[in-house]
Structure formats: C-alpha cells, structure tokens
C-alpha cells in the first residue's frame, strides 16, 4: 500500500538537464524529511539532497551544490530533483526515500537509472 515511485530518469549529455519526480502513496509525507540517494556500480549509496516536507529546509551535497535543486509539492505528496549541468560521475541509480521525524528508518522508492554519456 505503501509505495514511492521515482520517474525522470534517462540518458543526457554531459551538461544536459533532467527532473526527477517521486511521487508518494499510501501515506502522507507531512510528518516526513525526503530524501534523494544515488548509488553508482561498485560504490556505496550517498545521499544527495534532502528536505523537510515542513518548512521545506534543504541540504546537499557538496558535489551537487548549485547544480542540483530539490523541491516539494505537499499537496501533491511529491518531491522533485532537478538537476542541470550534468557530470558523467552523476550517473548512477537515483532512489527517492521517506523518513519519518526523529527516526532513522524510511521507505523507499525502486530507482531510476540516470546515465550521463557523450
């Protein structure tokens, strides 16, 4: 009943644009931080921007800052990632999860694949 469903992905060239969407059912994300990981072959999944459905407080990675913009929609009980000037190191499985306040556990969405190439 429970799901997040992640949607924007593809292949873009270096320097291209894609918006990534993870759409939330089942719940409501009111009382939750989102969160977008990434996990690349062979590495360890990082995460890479998050924010607070409340107040809409943001945090990034280093390596995303002023590249990357999360977002929220709370009527819609979606988050977004856009991301612009594409690197090819940005290519990895990008997952959207929901963590509930004050706790370290969360749900999380199946991934969409991103693949920056030339």
């Known amino acids: 009943q429970v799901q997040l469903v992640e949607s924007g992905g593809g292949l873009v060239e270096p320097g291209g644009s894609l918006r990534l969407s993870c759409a939330a059912s089942?719940?409501?994300?009111?009382?939750?931080?989102m969160r977008w990981y990434r996990q690349a072959p062979g590495k360890e999944r990082d995460l890479v921007a998050s924010?607070?459905?409340?107040?809409?407080?943001?945090n990034y990675a280093d390596s995303v800052k002023g590249r990357f913009t999360i977002s929220r929609d709370n009527a819609k009980n979606t988050a977004y990632l856009q991301m612009s000037n594409l690197l090819p190191d940005d290519t990895a499985v990008y997952y959207c999860?929901?963590?509930?306040?004050?706790?370290?556990?969360?749900?999380w969405g199946q991934g969409t694949q991103v693949t920056v190439s030339s």
């Open positions: 999860s929901a963590g509930p306040l004050g706790l370290p556990t969360a749900y």
């Open positions: 089942g719940f409501r994300t009111n009382r939750f931080v």
């Open positions: 924010i607070t459905m409340i107040g809409g407080i943001t």
